[in-house]
């Protein structure tokens, strides 16, 4: 035994010898040892079942309900058959103000009631009455009440005097240890939670990584790299690189509002209705696509949630670039030294439902190099709380000569981190990188 829990047997002794109980009607170890469990048993199951159960037969009670704080209301736990489950009384009512205010055992009386039986709801009396309650006792812990027991007798049997000053103290103690072993199960159920919800959100990084290309197509000609790196588990960025049934490659870069579970769940619905659109249906165009998704993304989702994305169709044949910029950091295009914005499109995705793009058709030269990324490359800060910027991107496209994308990719994301130090990433971070190679 503890010193604590000696040190409250002790108090307990010398409470029993003071108020000492009639021989033949209850051992003295026995209430010993009731208030003694009460109040340092850690298991709920012990505090509302066998407690109770021990208390009904040293007391010869017919009823020991017990009614545990919730949010704002007091719960009835383990109803009986002829009460509903989830029956409550609210922590603005009477009965429950009375247990507040008192802090002791009250009687309840269904003649000659006491004055706060008549400020109580009919709904309260009805259940009182049900439950077949004369007596209410608090169950007070250290945070305040953290429930209250309805006792009851055999008809004709009544509450002796240290009966009710046992009940007192079993109160105190009982709501003592309720109040511990309510916040040791609220402990464990958050570890569960905890555990849950780790292993769902490494289902659906697993299901995101799939998600992302795991090859790169080759079309001649042209030379791909990508890169993404989320901010947390589950993110919501995205690229795609693929080619379609008349042999376009399409890349696609995109940012969904947001992180988690949600923006990553999100990210899959673009991805699949995107590929469905450009692969099988031949003639679509860019600005058709766009609006498609536009739509698509205002009537799945909320009104705070969107998507900024950047669609590019290479066609190997006219050697041409078509694209679409929705609301997205416009990709960089290097030829001859000079940076070209992409910025023709339109606004982001799902926050208007009737948008409208526009597409634009660019000749894409050898030596070419288009880089598109997300704001997360961009808005990356050091130590110091100064952002890497677009021009920190440009820097390093203008003054860095790689020899392919994927060097490109490397390079970029090496001088960044040059940049960022130690600091950890704040967004999602994605660059890909299209170079044309042939002549």
């Known amino acids: 035994m503890t010193k604590r829990h000696f040190s409250l047997k002790k108090k307990i002794v010398r409470y029993l010898k003071k108020h000492l109980i009639p021989r033949g009607y209850a051992s003295r170890d026995l ?8 109040g340092r048993s850690l298991s709920l199951d012990e505090l509302l079942v066998s407690s109770p159960a021990k208390i009904s037969s040293a007391l010869q009670l017919s009823s020991f309900n017990i009614f545990l704080r919730k949010d704002s209301s007091y719960i009835l736990q383990a109803a009986p058959a002829n009460i509903p489950a989830g029956t409550s009384f609210r922590a603005s009512g009477a009965t429950v103000y009375r247990m507040k205010r008192e802090r002791r055992p009250s009687p309840f009386r269904q003649q000659n009631p006491d004055a706060w039986q008549l400020l109580a709801t009919p709904e309260e009396i009805a259940t009182l009455t049900a439950l077949g309650a004369q007596l209410l006792v608090p169950l007070e812990g250290r945070t305040g009440l953290v429930g209250f027991a309805t006792l009851s007798k055999a008809e004709g049997k009544h509450f002796l005097r240290h009966e009710l000053r046992f009940l007192r103290d079993l109160g105190n103690q009982m709501g003592r240890g309720l109040e511990s072993a309510m916040f040791v ?4 159920e958050e570890a569960v ?22 090859a790169i197509p080759s079309v001649p000609g042209i030379d791909t790299a990508a890169s993404y790196k989320s901010a947390e588990q589950v993110g919501g960025d995205y690229y795609d690189v693929f080619v379609t049934d008349a042999g376009l490659l399409c890349c696609v870069v995109a940012d969904v509002s947001g992180k988690g579970v949600s923006s990553a769940l999100l990210m899959a619905t673009l991805r699949a209705s995107l590929r469905s659109l450009m692969i099988h249906h031949r003639g679509a165009s860019a600005t058709e696509v766009m609006q498609h998704l536009n739509r698509l993304l205002y009537d799945a989702s909320s009104s705070s949630r ?6 590019l169709i290479y066609d190997p044949t006219a050697r041409t670039l078509t694209y679409v910029n929705a609301g997205h950091n416009p990709p960089l295009l290097l030829r001859d030294n000079q940076i070209t ?3 023709c499109g339109g606004p982001v995705l799902g926050l208007l439902q009737h948008s409208t793009y526009e597409q634009q058709t660019i000749p894409f030269e050898v030596r070419d190099t288009l880089t598109a990324y997300t704001d997360g490359i961009t808005e990356s800060v050091n130590a110091r709380g100064i952002e890497w910027g677009e ?9 860095q000569s790689y020899p392919t994308a994927a060097a490109t990719v490397h390079g970029t994301l090496s ?16 660059l890909l990188v299209l170079r044309r190679t042939d002549s």
Not at 31 to 38: G, H, I, N, Q
Not at 197 to 212: M, S
Not at 306 to 311: E, G, I
């Open 306 to 311: 969107y998507a900024t994305l950047f669609l």
């Open 31 to 38: 209430f010993e040892e009731l208030l003694v469990e009460a």
């Open 415 to 430: 001088n960044l981190q040059s940049f960022t130090a130690s600091t950890p990433p704040v967004d999602d971070m994605t």
């Open 341 to 343: 914005k992409l910025e």
């Open 193 to 214: 939670n905890r555990s849950k919800l780790t292993r769902e959100l490494e289902l659906a990084r697993e299901v995101q990584e799939r998600l992302l290309p795991q």
């Open 391 to 399: 021009q920190g991107l440009l820097d390093t496209i203008l003054q």
């Open 185 to 188: 199960q609220s402990l464990a």
